[in-house]
């Protein structure tokens, strides 16, 4: 009996300390926050119960089986969240793979994802506070699918925080050591308090950094940490041991920095990209790359614009038969420093309606776009508010050959800016001036520099084609006008388009944020999708390449180049040529400038397209 009794109690003190371990193994005290790390003395413990999935901490309390949230610092944040809410733990818990999930994690399933991950690099996602409103404005967008979280609408190209965010807190090689990381990614959504607050009311200042803008600002130009502590509540140490140089910095749209300033162009919002951070940006112009071809192609990473509508990946948009039998669609406003270019295309529309084979029977709106440029074998990419545009990355959704008529512009993962990719085998570029002066303006123009009017993947010319036509007395047909675009397009061999095709045809999927689907119901980003496409693979790539060359090495290249002497600053898009006083109505004595009047009055003088008398003879 004796026995029995202290076997009884020995195996009860045995289970009541395996009880007490397992219970301690799911306490964690998260490194940031260690006393050892700075001298703020933070201390921050979460505990973690898998069996109702409840998480507590000392700042706040998630309750996600009632999606219930308080948040006692600060009054701003709503008391009650939406109960299709899918907030789950905060960033950096180590039982949480995911950050956003229904499904549990452990510490060996973290081990196993990092063994199979096909990435030679490591990234800890930074703890931030709940109650930023970088952080619940965007997680209320998902939820209610507002803001970026739209279908066809104008703020789903500017969504790729959302994107990088489901990518880096999902990602394979995600660290909970932050000693082991080779990068660091802070998981905010700037852009949608940007808009939140754009749209509000009242005097203050709308474009003003926000306070997470600001404490960036602060730490990237003065290297001054005080905010960063203040409003992120972590350590700014792994900043500090290499400036910033391993930190991830996503810039959600191309004409907006961290100051929002408006009205500004050229250079001007590329600028604080040539600090030590990584910056994931949306566009770099041709101009810039030239000027600082280490930071925008070694240090940055440029990104395409995200497309995020589901019945893009799920086929529907690809649905019925569509015949290419028409040589371009193209629709678009008019609007940007350089309007004049997508005035004129306007008006190539206008007389092309009269010529055979040219247009497709779609109209030229937005709603019906994706019809017009899966029934054409061309597709204009003109030059707007900025050199680049969503549309050069539609487009070649639905195989349709981008004409790039922006000098500026620049792809994405293309060789000008450290990638493998080769624009001239799935696109046309075009001086953008083509499209407002006749043949003959362009023929003198370009006819010592005959490369530089752009070349076919055979190795044809362009000014080869131009001048053709022009021996073929191609610039009216029947009376009508003829714009050059049309008559260079007319004249592109089968071959070349064949060739163009299939480069459309592969380099597609290597822009897209997401593969194609047909369980794709609803837009992914809502849903924190994993971004699967092949935009990510090409960004972890590049990102396993600049840990190979040294990130120390990258970024010290990067500030040499910054701070050299001569560099030139463009504050505006080049919209002209050197001006020719006999032909160009633009008389302007460098290409920055702006040229404030484009009422067609101006135009009628050099532009045929203009002038109703070439429009019926």
């Known amino acids: 009996m004796r026995i029995g009794f202290f076997s009884g109690v020995g195996l009860g003190i045995l289970l009541s300390t395996v009880i007490l371990l397992l219970y301690r193994s799911l306490t964690i005290t998260n490194p940031l926050y260690d006393s050892d790390n700075n001298n703020n003395n933070y ?294 420093d350089c309007i004049e270019i997508r005035r004129a295309m306007h008006h190539i529309l206008r007389n092309s309606s009269q010529l055979p084979g040219v247009l497709p029977d779609v109209r030229s709106i937005q709603a019906e776009r994706e019809h017009g440029f899966r029934a054409a074998t061309f597709c204009p990419v003109p030059v707007g508010d900025s050199p680049s545009s969503k549309r050069m990355y539609d487009v070649l959704n639905f195989g349709c050959i981008p004409v790039i008529l922006s000098d500026d512009l620049v792809y994405a993962f293309t060789s000008p800016v450290g990638g493998t990719i080769d624009e001239s085998i799935f696109a046309i570029r075009l001086p953008q001036a083509v499209v407002q002066f006749s043949s003959d303006v362009m023929l003198e123009r370009f006819k010592n520099k005959k490369e530089q009017f752009g070349r076919l993947p055979t190795g044809d010319l362009l000014y080869d084609l131009l001048a053709q036509a022009k021996s073929e007395n191609a610039e009216y047909y029947k009376g009508y006008y003829v714009n050059p675009l049309i008559q260079i397009l007319q004249r592109v061999s089968q071959q070349n388009i064949q060739i163009l095709r299939s480069g459309v045809e592969s380099v597609a999927p290597k822009f897209r944020y997401y593969k194609i689907t047909k369980n794709m119901t609803t837009i992914p980003t809502a849903n924190h999708v994993y971004p699967d496409g092949g935009a990510l693979d090409s960004l972890a790539a590049m990102l396993s390449l600049r840990k190979s060359q040294g990130l120390a090495k990258v970024s010290a290249s990067c500030q040499t180049e910054r701070f050299a002497t001569g560099h030139k600053y463009l504050g505006r898009f080049p919209c002209e040529y050197e001006p020719n006083p006999k032909n160009d109505f633009r008389k302007l004595s460098n290409t920055t400038e702006s040229y404030s009047d484009n009422s067609d009055s101006n135009l009628r003088q050099y532009w045929p397209i203009f002038n109703t008398s070439f429009l019926l003879k």
Request: glycine share 4%.
């Open 43 to 336: 201390s921050y413990s979460k505990d973690i119960t898998f069996e109702n999935a409840t998480i507590t901490d000392s700042k706040n309390y998630l309750n996600i089986n009632n999606k219930k949230s308080i948040h006692d610092t600060d009054s701003t944040m709503p008391k009650e969240v939406d109960k299709k809410s899918t907030f789950l733990s905060p960033i950096g818990s180590k039982n949480s793979v995911y950050l956003i999930s229904d499904k549990k994690h452990t510490n060996q399933q973290v081990i196993e994802k990092q063994s199979l991950c096909p990435y030679n690099f490591k990234i800890y996602v930074y703890d931030l506070p709940q109650h930023l409103k970088s952080i619940y404005l965007s997680e209320e967008a998902r939820v209610n699918k507002t803001l970026h979280i739209c279908q066809k609408c104008i703020l789903e190209q500017f969504s790729i925080e959302y994107i990088i965010y489901d990518f880096f807190t999902k990602f394979c090689g995600r660290t909970f050591d932050p000693d082991e990381a080779d990068f660091f990614y802070l998981p905010i959504i700037r852009d949608a308090e940007y808009r939140v607050t754009l749209d509000s009311k009242g005097p203050h200042n709308k474009r003003a950094p926000s306070s997470t803008e600001q404490a960036l600002l602060d730490i990237i130009e003065k290297n001054n940490d005080v905010k960063w502590l203040e409003v992120f509540n972590t350590t700014s140490k792994y900043w500090k041991q290499h400036k910033g140089s391993n930190h991830i910095i996503v810039m959600p749209a191309p004409v907006t920095n961290l100051r929002h300033e408006s009205s500004q162009r050229g250079f001007f919002h590329y600028m604080v990209h040539l600090y030590p951070p990584i910056f994931l940006a949306l566009e770099y112009s041709a101009s810039f790359v030239k000027e600082y071809p280490i930071c925008s192609s070694q240090k940055n990473i440029l990104m395409p614009y995200p497309t995020t509508d589901p019945d893009l990946f799920n086929g529907k948009l690809h649905g019925g038969v569509v015949k290419r039998d028409s040589l371009l669609y193209y629709a678009g406003g008019l609007h940007g």
